[in-house]
């Protein structure tokens, strides 16, 4: 995966991402830091330039995004996730209800996604 330096001002955006997260991205972060998820390294507002991943597993190659109502099928998702494909990247979308209120399911799929990485997400 090609790496390009991140800016100083994106990375100073995504610290300041980390220190305010949206509820849902809070609640996910408790489950996956310190390899708490069935012993699988997350990182959080990861920088992509010119994109900021909300998650990223490097062993899987896998991108998380937690989404609230906002970006139901919005072309700038649509194109994020392209980027993010072009790295090799695989892309996870949850909603910000699922993270709240089904965290154990989201949970599951995680690691299913980690654990094999020809399944291709769904959205």
């Not at 489950?31 to 990182?43: N, Q, S, T, V, W």
């Amino acid at each position: 995966m090609p790496h390009r330096p991140t800016p100083p001002r994106k990375k100073a955006f995504a610290r300041a991402l980390r220190h305010e997260p949206t509820e849902a991205e809070a609640r996910l972060w408790e489950e996956l830091r310190d390899r708490r998820l069935d012993g699988i390294k997350f990182r959080r507002q990861v920088s992509f330039d010119p994109y900021i991943a909300d998650f990223f597993c490097a062993q899987a190659k896998l991108v998380i995004e937690v989404d609230g109502s906002q970006h139901g099928g919005s072309i700038s998702d649509r194109s994020r996730t392209a980027f993010f494909n072009g790295l090799g990247l695989r892309v996870l979308r949850f909603w910000n209800d699922e993270v709240l209120q089904e965290m154990s399911p989201v949970c599951d799929t995680i690691i299913a996604y980690v654990r094999d990485q020809t399944l291709q997400p769904w959205r």
